[in-house]
C-alpha cells in the first residue's frame, strides 16, 4: 500500500489542532478538501483514525499509532529538503517564536534592530498571544516558557532564572500607609492577573507573599499591571526587569520577598540545528544575559546542550 504524502501531513495537521478548520487555515485549504482527504486516508488503512466530537478530532488507538509514524516520515522529509536546498546552514528564512509578553516588550524588542542588522535575511515573528505556542504540534518554531516542558520531541534547555518582587509606586506610598508586614496588604489595593484567563500556574504569586491575598485591579496584560503600578492605581508584583528601572516605583520588604522564576528555551527537535534557529537561541542568550538574574549559558548560548524530551 502506498500512501500519499500530502495526506499524511493533512493527518498530521488536524491531529495536532484537534480541529478541521485551523488545519486548513494552517494548510492554505479548505476544510472540505480536509476531510475529503482524511476520509481518503481512513479507508485506504481501513481504520478509524478519529473520534468526532462535536468541533473536537480525537486520535483513536489506530490515529496515535499513525501519527508516531507520520511525524518519523515529516522528520525524514524536512531533513532531505534542509540538506538538498542548503537550508540547514542558511542564515535566512522566518523564524517564529512565542514569549511571554513582558519578555518580549522588555527583554527582546528594544534589541531586535542589532539582531536584524547582524542576520538582515532572518525575519522573526513574535508571538506574544496568552498562553504560549507549542513547538511539539509545530504551532512556533521556538519558545521561551514559563515551566520546562514533559514530553514532546523537543530539545529543552533553562535560559535564565529571573527575580519579581512586590512593587508600589511612590506616589501610591504617599497616599496610603506603607504596608508594615505582609498580613496589611489585605487593607490595600493589589494588582493582579485575571484569575480565569492565567495560562500558566507560574504567574500565580499573590499566595507566595501572603496566603489569602487577591486582587481587586487585575488584567491579563503584564504591561497593564505595570503601567497601573507605575501610575499608582495600586500594589503590585512585577519582573524586576520591567520595574526595577522605573524610579517612579520602589520594591516592598525588598530585604525578605524575592519570588524566583525561570525561563525555558523550546525548540522542536527536528529544527534544532538549522542555522537560523541557533542564531536566534544565540541572540536570546545575548538578550537575558542583560537581565541580571542568569545562570551561566554553556556553549556560547547556541541550542545545544540541552534534553531532548521522549
Not at 176 to 195: F, K, M, N, S
Not at 284 to 306: M, S, T
Request: with cysteine.
Amino acid at each position: 500500500m502506498q500512501l500519499d504524502w500530502d495526506d499524511l501531513r493533512i493527518f498530521l495537521a488536524v491531529a495536532r489542532s484537534r480541529k478541521i478548520a485551523p488545519a486548513a487555515r494552517a494548510l492554505g485549504v479548505d476544510g472540505t478538501t480536509i476531510s475529503r482527504r482524511l476520509a481518503r486516508l481512513a479507508a485506504a488503512l481501513e481504520v478509524d483514525l478519529f473520534e468526532g466530537s462535536g468541533g473536537d478530532r480525537k486520535l483513536t488507538a489506530h490515529g496515535q499509532a499513525l501519527m508516531r509514524h507520520a511525524e518519523s516520515v515529516e522528520s525524514a522529509t524536512l531533513a532531505a529538503v534542509e540538506d538538498v536546498t542548503g537550508e540547514r546552514h542558511s542564515l535566512a528564512g522566518q523564524v517564529r517564536l512565542s514569549v511571554a509578553e513582558g519578555f518580549g516588550a522588555r527583554v527582546l524588542a528594544p534589541r531586535v534592530a542589532e539582531f536584524s542588522q547582524r542576520h538582515p535575511h532572518i525575519g522573526l515573528d513574535i508571538i506574544t498571544a496568552s498562553g504560549f505556542l507549542n513547538p511539539s504540534k509545530r504551532e512556533a518554531d521556538m519558545a521561551v516558557m514559563l515551566a520546562r516542558p514533559q514530553r514532546g520531541r523537543l530539545m529543552v534547555r533553562k535560559l535564565c532564572d529571573y527575580s519579581l518582587r512586590l512593587y508600589a509606586s511612590h506616589d501610591y506610598l504617599e497616599r496610603y500607609e506603607t504596608p508594615a508586614e505582609r498580613a496589611a496588604l489585605a487593607g490595600h489595593r493589589l494588582v493582579g492577573y485575571v484569575p480565569e484567563f492565567v495560562f500558566a500556574p507560574e504567574l500565580e504569586y499573590l499566595d507566595e507573599v501572603e496566603s489569602g491575598l487577591e486582587a481587586q485591579l487585575r488584567s491579563t496584560s503584564i504591561n497593564v499591571q505595570y503601567n497601573m503600578v507605575a501610575h499608582g492605581a495600586g500594589i503590585g508584583i512585577l519582573p524586576d526587569f520591567m520595574a526595577a528601572q522605573d524610579k517612579r516605583m520602589m520594591p516592598l520588604f525588598a530585604d525578605s520577598l524575592r519570588i524566583m522564576r525561570s525561563f525555558w528555551l523550546v525548540v522542536h527537535a527536528d529544527m534544532r540545528r538549522l542555522a537560523r534557529i541557533d542564531a536566534v537561541a544565540r541572540w536570546l542568550g545575548e538578550c537575558v544575559a542583560r537581565i541580571g538574574e542568569h545562570e551561566e549559558q554553556k556553549n556560547d548560548n547556541g541550542i545545544e546542550p540541552g534534553l531532548i524530551l521522549p
